[in-house]
């Protein structure tokens, strides 16, 4: 026979079953929304990416579409002048931004006294990440244009983009920094190891995945920007390629390319999309899908860096 | 890590290399600067493509737009500027403050072409009148039907589109057509970009844009050119090469230009011999690109002027509708 306590105790059971199965729904709504919000991201991206490439494939998987200089023919136009200038750009902003940051951000991290002017720094690097990127293009074109007159060259172009990430480069290499436990630095103070030689053979050593990391994500941005390129002024037909950085005789090195005009990546995809004829849209519809390979490939090289590096670290 | 400190100071020094080299920027190489209208850009891209496989000169072409590129054609960082329209006068102090004369240039026709939807069958011709209609200040707001403008039409939306407020085919249109460069009503989809212009007409059954005779030609088969009357009882012309070069598309064909910087055409040779290559090889090119090229008689008086230098322009500074260019370049003392 059921007493009243038992009774009691399964209706009881069965509240709480109910609750359980009421908040395992909950669980599974909140899955499913949140699968949407991924897929609608995703989904969309996907799409676009793929109708690039249907749009683009004929010019993708011609060797001549990337040696050949642009052409008033879309069959004949290519992407060399662009890649060559993209590159060389790239090498300028690495050159200039990774330095500079690396060494702010460990200045900050490490050396700096902790004070109201040490706060406005950070606040103000934090808030030179989120500045449009139209801004520095006009600061390059005051500053490196006209003030420092380096001219429309890649020179110009390259420092505008390093200066463009460095706040994107301070603020990784920091956050990688402030990742190493405190341990690791009291144990090197505590065998009397200087400042500095605990931030060169510890924090950078330990963080280098980190700031890599950053680094690559600061330039895989880089190469994709538009704006302030156009705003300094780069070319939109170029049909030579800058002087070599390298030569055959001493020094071997040759600077002359950097005051050299140049075109970029995203500005020929641009110019090949405002055309009237539709078979240009081809050729700016592959440029595309290149543009969205190289990001993708520095991406993926960002993360696999970072795995390894990590696996190597053993504290 | 011994590596890696060594890398990041050869890095160090290299930036700061950079910045000590004073005066890098001497290119051995005679390169020839070229800025401007994006109009006129495929013109000039086709002839500098030419031009450098023929004579292994280097030539640079940038989009600038006509204004943006005057300003660096007046600081003479250019050789030679493209141009939709005329130069003002502002443009014209610049240079003169500069020290920089140019030589004003007309090298082919383009017809600034008004089209609708094909599936629009009533608004197949209009006049200026109609025009003027529809695109002036006043009509902002106001004119939201076909009807309104002419009362034989359908009550159906109208839906607008044009370049923006920073071109000089919405200059020359506005002056041609409203009266008053830069004088047109604003709620209208404006875009630098003309395919999204096209798009828009494609997908509107009510739309109407005006744009360069190019993106008309490519896109034929998806839109309708308008017949124009310029005036009250002439016939509707609809833009064409013939149209163009009898002068009867009017007052919509415009000639664009080149500026050639007078000091560079007269001390680089490379400068003299790429304008001599253009007035006198662009012709299939010019055609090739959809332009309507100057016919023979204009394209003789063109190089002649060309061959004695005048400085100047025949324009003094102000926009002008449907001048003819042989008496504009007499007008050149």
């Known amino acids: 026979m059921n007493n009243p306590s038992a009774n009691h105790i399964n209706k009881n059971l069965d509240e709480v079953r109910a609750m359980i199965h009421r908040h395992k ?30 749009q683009g494939y004929p010019k993708l998987l011609s060797l001549s579409f990337y040696t050949d200089f642009p052409s008033r023919r879309a069959a004949s136009a290519g992407l060399l002048s662009a890649l060559v200038g993209s590159s060389l750009v790239m090498l300028v902003t690495f050159i200039s931004a990774v330095p500079v940051g690396v060494m702010a951000a460990i200045y900050l991290e490490e ?55 460095l ?38 050593k330990y963080s280098f995945g980190g700031i890599l990391t950053g680094v690559i994500i600061g330039m895989a941005r880089a190469i994709g920007e538009t704006a302030p390129i156009i705003t300094i002024g780069a070319l939109t037909f170029i049909a030579f390629l800058p002087p070599s950085p390298v030569t055959t005789s001493a020094p071997f090195l040759n600077f002359e390319w950097l005051s050299s005009g140049f075109t970029v990546l995203p500005i020929q995809m641009f110019s090949w999309l405002s055309r009237p004829s539709e078979a240009f849209h081809v050729n700016a519809a592959a440029a595309g899908v290149i543009i969205i390979l190289v990001t993708l490939i520095m991406n993926g090289f960002a993360i696999r860096m970072r795995y390894k590096m990590r696996k190597n670290i053993k504290w | 890590m011994q590596y890696q400190f060594t890398k990041y100071s050869t890095i160090a020094s290299l930036v700061t290399s950079l910045f000590a080299l004073p005066n890098f920027a001497v290119a051995a190489d005679k390169i020839i600067k070229i800025d401007g209208s994006s109009t006129v850009y495929p013109i000039t891209e086709a002839v500098a493509e030419e031009f450098q496989k023929s004579t292994k000169t280097k030539v640079t072409v940038g989009i600038s737009g006509t204004g943006g590129g005057f300003k660096k054609f007046c600081r003479g960082e250019t050789d030679v500027q493209n141009a939709s329209r005329p130069i003002l006068q502002k443009e014209i102090d610049a240079c003169k403050e500069a020290g920089v004369q140019f030589i004003e240039l007309p090298v082919a026709y383009d017809a600034l072409t008004v089209v609708i939807n094909p599936s629009n069958d009533f608004a197949k011709k209009m006049t200026t009148a109609e025009l003027k209609k529809l695109w002036e200040p006043a009509a902002q707001g106001k004119v939201k039907t076909w009807n309104q403008v002419n009362p034989a039409w359908p009550n159906t939306p109208v839906k607008l589109f044009g370049p923006g407020a920073d071109s000089g085919t919405f200059d020359y249109f506005t002056e041609a057509i409203v009266g008053k460069a830069k004088s047109s009503r604003g709620d209208f989809t404006a875009s630098e970009d003309d395919n999204v212009l096209v798009k828009g007409v494609v997908g509107d059954k009510g739309g109407l844009a005006y744009f360069g005779y190019a993106y008309y030609e490519e896109n034929q088969d998806k839109l309708t050119a308008v017949s124009i009357v310029d005036k009250p009882g002439k016939p509707g012309v609809l833009p064409s090469k013939a149209t163009i070069e009898d002068g009867t598309y009017q007052p919509l064909a415009r000639p664009i230009f080149i500026y050639v910087n007078a000091t560079a055409a007269a001390f680089k040779p490379e400068v003299k011999a790429f304008v001599n290559y253009y007035l006198e090889n662009s012709k299939p090119l010019i055609e090739e690109v959809k332009y ?14 060309w061959k004695a230098l005048k400085p100047g322009t025949g324009f003094g500074g102000k926009p002008e509708v449907g001048v003819k260019i042989e008496e504009l370049l007499t007008r050149i003392k």
């Open chain 2, 292 to 305: 309507v090229a100057l016919p023979a008689k204009e394209q003789k008086a063109v190089i002649t002027h």
């Open chain 1, 167 to 204: 706040p994107v480069v301070i603020v990784a290499t920091r956050e990688s920094i402030r990742s190493i436990p405190i341990a690791i630095r009291e144990a090197a103070y505590a065998v009397g190891a200087t400042k500095w030689q605990v931030v060169y053979d510890h924090v950078i």
């Open chain 1, 25 to 54: 729904l909950n669980d599974y709504i909140f899955s499913i929304i949140g699968l949407l919000c991924l897929m609608v991201g995703l989904v969309t991206l996907l799409t676009l990416f793929i109708d690039l490439i249907i």
């Open chain 1, 111 to 165: 050396y700096a006294p902790k004070n109201w002017f040490s706060d406005l720094i950070e606040i103000n690097v934090s808030n030179l990440a989120a500045v449009p990127s139209i801004i520095y293009g006009l600061l390059a074109l005051g500053l490196f244009v006209y003030i420092l007159d380096l001219g429309q060259s890649i020179v110009t172009a390259g420092l505008t983009l390093g200066l463009l990430i």
